[in-house]
């Protein structure tokens, strides 16, 4: 399907669109389409595959998941932009099986639960691109759930919002590469990322600067693990922890960091460090579980 337009539809699953076999769309746009349970736009059924070359998919909205575009298969999109959707549950796009984003921009969808932008249930990656101004209760920009994966490379994580997470909640394990969380603003806790008991961020090369939190966590708060390289943390605001808070058995290991913020550490918590620069670790020394180098 080549330059056309899929607008005003309706349907239970699969607004605009359902996959079950194999659908090549080519600047196509998708809007305004609306589903009663699944894929306000798409349909990715699990025997299905579904690639997108540019186009839009906007102002769709889903009762249950996946406001722009659901996949249950495996769904490729290039250079498309995934915006203005609604879902309680993964607005931009929900993810159960595996997708790819490249160079897209998902930007201003708004879930009443879990991941504005994009909320992965199965497996996904996001190649550059933006993903901005979505809104959730947890993980604005992006969720991950338990036992799910996410890799993040070269994309920018921005001006999202939510309670808890503002761009990223990681529940599952979220592999950060090349990106930044910047400006993203929670009403409680983690402005740039909330890490779970049972979740896991890596990052190397990642910019954590100018996200808030009202509570703590202004750029990160920590109840799982956090493995940071390379990171730059700066300029983040909360109550407690304005760079990083590390909570419960949270543990947090640093390699060539620069933390110019704040980092605050309850006594169960383990922090690790190599190559970090500035004198939090001295400010905060009594409040540390453990230290090492």
């Not at 194999?22 to 009663?36: L, P």
């Not at 504005?116 to 199965?122: A, E, N, Q």
């Amino acid at each position: 399907i080549v330059d056309s337009t899929m607008t005003a539809n309706a349907a239970q699953y699969g607004a605009a669109a359902y996959v079950n076999g194999t659908a090549t769309m080519t600047n196509v746009a998708m809007t305004a389409n609306n589903a009663a349970a699944q894929g306000g736009g798409v349909y990715v059924e699990k025997a299905g595959t579904f690639e997108a070359t540019g186009g839009e998919i906007s102002g769709n909205a889903a009762l249950s998941s996946g406001g722009g575009l659901y996949v249950a298969g495996i769904a490729t999109v290039d250079g498309a932009a995934i915006s203005a959707n609604v879902a309680p549950n993964g607005a931009g796009a929900n993810v159960s099986g595996t997708a790819t984003f490249a160079n897209a921009q998902i930007v201003g969808n708004v879930a009443t639960k879990y991941g504005g932008g994009i909320r992965v249930s199965g497996t996904a990656t996001v190649l550059n691109g933006e993903i901005s101004g979505n809104e959730a209760q947890f993980g604005g920009g992006v969720y991950v759930d338990k036992a799910k994966t996410a890799t993040i490379d070269g994309a920018t994580i921005s001006e999202n919002k939510a309670k808890y997470g503002a761009g990223v909640f990681v529940n599952g394990v979220a592999t950060l590469t090349d990106a930044a969380l910047v400006a993203n603003e929670a009403s409680i806790q983690g402005g740039g990322a909330y890490v779970d008991k049972s979740g896991t961020l890596k990052a190397e090369g990642l910019e954590i600067s100018g996200n808030s939190a009202t509570t703590s966590g202004g750029g990160a708060y920590v109840a799982g693990a956090a493995i940071l390289a390379n990171v730059d943390v700066a300029d983040n605001t909360a109550k407690t922890g304005k760079g990083l808070h590390v909570v419960g058995d949270g543990t947090v290991t640093f390699k060539s960091a620069i933390v110019d913020d704040d980092l605050v550490s309850n006594a169960f918590a383990d922090l690790f460090a190599e190559d970090v620069e500035d004198d939090f670790w001295f400010e905060f020394e009594e409040a540390l579980g453990k230290r090492g180098k």
